[in-house]
């Protein structure tokens, strides 16, 4: 029983397989949205920010810790330019952000037009949580994930122009000796997603 017990831990770890990959991806998540609540909370009542301020940290260090966890734990993406992974993380993120907020706006006027939900006990502040739970899962799993598995922690042909931005926007004077193997940047045609 103890050794089937490390197998399938190990498996939960370790493997690749999709299954396996969404629920390290799952754990990340959700210790990314304690850290982002729980800085929000420390930095609004402790150290008396502003509202939209510890929000915006607490947001900003959960998706830092998002990252580096999904970087190393969740999808093994250690061969992966950290510089790069940085960059398109960051489109991945803004991406959701805007869906999240236009979607969650969309379905909340549109919940508002179904009277007949009234009838089954929902208020208005109960549409926003349906609209907002409903959006966030969807984009959780449509986009997110989606793109952190198959984009975000894998080589790609991208990676090379999201190296330069970097060194650009950093200023480093050694950009021009940034050399990236070919064989490691695969297109995105030749993956078996």
């Excluded at 984009?139 to 198959?150: A, D, I, K, T, Y």
Aim: charged content about 15%; overall charge positive; hydrophobic content about 50%.
């Amino acid at each position: 029983m103890n050794e089937k017990v490390k197998k399938i831990g190990s498996k939960v770890l370790n493997s690749d397989q999709l299954v396996f990959t969404f629920i390290r991806s799952a754990g990340v998540a959700q210790a990314a949205s304690w850290i982002d609540l729980g800085t929000a909370f420390v930095l609004f009542a402790f150290a008396h920010f502003a509202p939209w301020v510890s929000t915006a940290i607490g947001a900003f260090v959960g998706g830092v810790i998002n990252c580096i966890l999904n970087y190393r734990f969740t999808f093994h993406a250690n061969s992966c330019p950290w510089k790069a992974v940085m960059v398109k993380y960051a489109l991945v993120w803004i991406g959701s952000l805007l869906l999240n907020s236009i979607g969650t706006e969309l379905l909340y006027y549109a919940l508002l037009h179904w009277p007949w939900l009234e009838s089954l006990g929902f208020k208005p502040d109960g549409y926003f949580a349906a609209a907002r739970l409903t959006v966030s899962a969807i984009v959780s799993l449509g986009w997110n994930f989606v793109l952190q598995r198959n984009f975000v922690y894998h080589n790609r042909s991208f990676d090379k122009h999201a190296i330069t931005f970097v060194d650009f926007i950093t200023a480093n004077k050694y950009i021009h000796h940034h050399k990236i193997p070919s064989q490691e940047y695969r297109s995105e045609s030749d993956s078996n997603y």
